[in-house]
């Protein structure tokens, strides 16, 4: 499994590898082999560049062998980076400490590297290594973590943008059945009537169009657009239809819903109640506390069966859009459905 694992910044690395190092010699200080301890003049420079270059090779050493499909287990490959690094650093850190013994011997006259130089060179080497090398671990695992819950999200959103993209679609052919299913009966009604109620379906039809690609759109266009196709409503059933509107300008302000919300609420109410002299439709369209309120009375046609794939769509897209439910109450012969009116990025 190839993957690779994130580099701290320049600055970070020569910090830790400094603090770590100042540790690590005050040690050495106190239990020193040396004759002549090191003392904090060039050569506690060079000792703390040895240090630094130390963390530098197990960095990328880690992250080499992170990179080769050497263990098919995840948990494996990083097992044998770690070891690995901490091997190379071990090893970096006491050939180059044998090259600063020798310095310190000619330059200051100190002993050369002996034996027990070399094993407790070693010895700090190792502990070095180690230190960084599960640094670098630790760094790696945060930065996958991360990220992983960053891919979730993704996934998450891809997932949501494909399920909305279907229930979008499948608004054209509920929107022509029950419009079509309409025209029908108005054209033996009423021609001219039919006539102005295909210019409004057409209207309508452009601008579910205009909105195809879109997953929410201002509430106040949609608002205007509910009140067009609501303006033939009412003339068809004159005198046995009858619109409240409670609606607020300010409540519409900066929100947003889902393309045809709306107007899917209004068909429903038209297609599943009776609508004539004897069984009057009143709807209600009101607004409160950053909902959207369609109320009507109920006058059922004993006959319709219905599926209710129209509200089911609309919690669905909800259900996707925001955590907000969509409230549907039937009592006392009155059923409403309200949907929350969703905060716009301005």
């Given at each position: 499994?190839?993957?690779?694992?994130p580099?701290?910044p320049?600055?970070?690395q020569?910090?830790?590898s400094v603090?770590v190092?100042?540790?690590?010699y005050?040690?050495i200080?106190?239990?020193?082999?040396?004759k002549?301890?090191?003392?904090f003049g060039?050569?506690?420079?060079?000792?703390?560049?040895?240090?630094?270059?130390?963390?530098?090779?197990?960095?990328?050493?880690?992250n080499?062998?992170?990179q080769k499909?050497?263990?098919?287990?995840l948990?494996?490959?990083?097992?044998l980076?770690v070891?690995?690094?901490?091997?190379?650093?071990?090893?970096?850190?006491?050939?180059?400490?044998y090259?600063?013994?020798?310095?310190?011997?000619?330059?200051?006259?100190?002993?050369?590297?002996f034996?027990?130089?070399m094993?407790?060179?070693?010895?700090?080497?190792?502990?070095?290594?180690?230190?960084?090398?599960?640094?670098?671990?630790g760094?790696?695992?945060?930065?996958?973590?991360?990220?992983?819950?960053?891919?979730?999200?993704?996934?998450?959103s891809e997932i949501?943008?494909?399920?909305?993209s279907?229930?979008?679609n499948?608004?054209?052919?509920?929107?022509?059945?029950?419009?079509?299913n309409?025209?029908?009966?108005?054209?033996?009604?009423?021609?001219?009537?039919?006539r102005k109620?295909?210019k409004?379906?057409?209207t309508?039809?452009?601008?579910?169009?205009?909105n195809?690609?879109?997953?929410?759109?201002?509430?106040?266009?949609?608002?205007?657009?509910?009140?067009?196709?609501?303006?033939?409503?009412?003339?068809r059933?004159?005198?046995c239809?009858?619109l409240?509107?409670e609606?607020?300008?300010?409540?519409?302000?900066?929100?947003?819903?889902p393309?045809?919300?709306?107007?899917?609420?209004?068909?429903?109410?038209?297609?599943?109640?009776?609508i004539?002299?004897?069984s009057?439709?009143?709807?209600?369209?009101?607004?409160h506390?950053?909902?959207?309120?369609?109320?009507?009375n109920?006058?059922p046609?004993r006959?319709?069966?219905t599926g209710?794939?129209?509200?089911?769509?609309?919690e669905?897209?909800?259900?996707?859009?925001?955590?907000k439910?969509v409230?549907?109450?039937k009592?006392?012969?009155e059923?409403?459905?309200?949907?929350?009116?969703?905060?716009?990025?301005?």
């Amino acid at each position: 499994m190839k993957t690779s694992s994130p580099r701290l910044p320049l600055g970070v690395q020569i910090v830790l590898s400094v603090t770590v190092a100042i540790i690590m010699y005050g040690v050495i200080w106190v239990s020193s082999q040396f004759k002549y301890p090191p003392g904090f003049g060039w050569s506690m420079i060079l000792m703390l560049l040895i240090t630094y270059l130390t963390f530098e090779l197990v960095v990328r050493v880690q992250n080499r062998l992170m990179q080769k499909s050497l263990v098919a287990n995840l948990n494996g490959q990083r097992a044998l980076a770690v070891l690995g690094s901490i091997l190379a650093g071990t090893a970096a850190y006491t050939a180059q400490f044998y090259v600063f013994k020798w310095i310190d011997h000619w330059v200051d006259g100190s002993e050369p590297p002996f034996l027990q130089h070399m094993v407790m060179a070693a010895l700090i080497g190792l502990v070095f290594s180690v230190i960084f090398a599960f640094i670098q671990l630790g760094i790696s695992w945060k930065e996958q973590y991360f990220e992983s819950q960053l891919e979730n999200e993704r996934f998450k959103s891809e997932i949501a943008k494909a399920n909305l993209s279907i229930l979008k679609n499948q608004l054209d052919p509920h929107f022509m059945f029950n419009n079509f299913n309409t025209l029908y009966y108005l054209i033996d009604e009423d021609s001219d009537l039919a006539r102005k109620f295909l210019k409004n379906v057409s209207t309508i039809y452009r601008y579910i169009l205009q909105n195809n690609d879109k997953a929410l759109i201002p509430a106040h266009e949609e608002y205007e657009m509910a009140r067009q196709y609501l303006a033939v409503i009412q003339q068809r059933y004159e005198g046995c239809f009858t619109l409240i509107d409670e609606t607020s300008d300010k409540a519409f302000k900066h929100r947003d819903v889902p393309p045809l919300v709306l107007q899917q609420l209004i068909e429903n109410a038209i297609k599943h109640n009776r609508i004539d002299e004897n069984s009057p439709l009143q709807l209600s369209l009101s607004t409160h506390d950053n909902y959207l309120t369609v109320k009507n009375n109920l006058n059922p046609k004993r006959t319709e069966a219905t599926g209710k794939t129209g509200l089911k769509n609309i919690e669905k897209r909800y259900h996707y859009l925001t955590g907000k439910k969509v409230k549907i109450q039937k009592e006392a012969g009155e059923f409403s459905v309200s949907v929350p009116l969703i905060a716009a990025h301005v």
